[in-house]
Every structure is written in C-alpha cells, then in structure tokens.
Nanobody, 125 residues
Framework: QVQLVESGGGLVQPGGSLRLSCAAT????????MGWFRQPPGKEREFVAA?????????YYADPVKDRFTISRDNAKSTVYLQMNSLKPEDTAVYYC?????????????????WGQGTQVTVSS
C-alpha cells in the first residue's frame, strides 16, 4: 500500500511560481510511474505531467504546461516534485499526485492505482 501526500499548493499571482511535492509513505517509489493530474473548477480531471518508473527517466507533459512545468523525482526521499513557473489563471485547480507500479505507458489516463488527496493551486491577482 502506498500513501501519497501532496503539499506546496497555495495562492500565487499570475507569472509566479510554485513547487508541489508528493511524498510517499509505506514503501519506496522505485518501480512506480508517477503522474500529476489536476481538476479545474467544474471540469474533469486532466493530465499534467508524468515521469517513468526506472532506468533513464522519461518525462511527459500536457501541451498547456510544456516549457512551464517540470516533473522530477527523488526515489531516495520517496518524493516527486512539480515545479510550476509562469503560472496562469487557467492553471487554477486541485492538483493530484498519482502512482502506479510497473506502468510503462499510457501515462495520460487517470487509471493510476494510488492517489493523493490533492492540493489547491489558485492563480489570481
């Protein structure tokens, strides 16, 4: 069993930055593909970014966040990060971390086995 806890959300002005963290308890994240998803107000959950589970880590991004967001992981700390720069009002959402053991593709669909409780990100002046 993996428990995921997100942190780092908050209120930020347009153009600002935030770094979200996702800490796993229960076991190491080795072997787990990790993803970040978000759910804007009144909309469905959508893919944001993902990082593969091992070897040379590959990263994947949704088009709206490419070149602004960066996903990374530190297996020794059992933590995954999402660095968000140049934030826009349309980035406002609840952000969720997700983990799935052995996943080697289809990172974009929200079928991961483990999910965090979410952290609110609000971009507003």
């Amino acid at each position: 069993q993996v428990q995921l806890v997100e942190s780092g959300g908050g209120l930020v002005q347009p153009g600002g930055s935030l770094r979200l963290s996702c800490a796993a308890t229960g076991r190491t994240l080795s072997g787990y593909a990790m993803g970040w998803f978000r759910q804007p107000p009144g909309k469905e959950r959508e893919f944001v970014a993902a990082i593969s589970r091992g070897g040379v880590y590959s990263t994947y991004y949704a088009d709206p966040v490419k070149d602004r967001f960066t996903i990374s992981r530190d297996n020794a700390k059992s933590t995954v990060y999402l660095q968000m720069n140049s934030l826009k009002p349309e980035d406002t959402a609840v952000y969720y971390c997700a983990a799935d053991y052995g996943r080697d593709g289809d990172y974009w669909t929200p079928t991961y086995k483990y999910w965090g409780q979410g952290t609110q990100v609000t971009v507003s002046s």
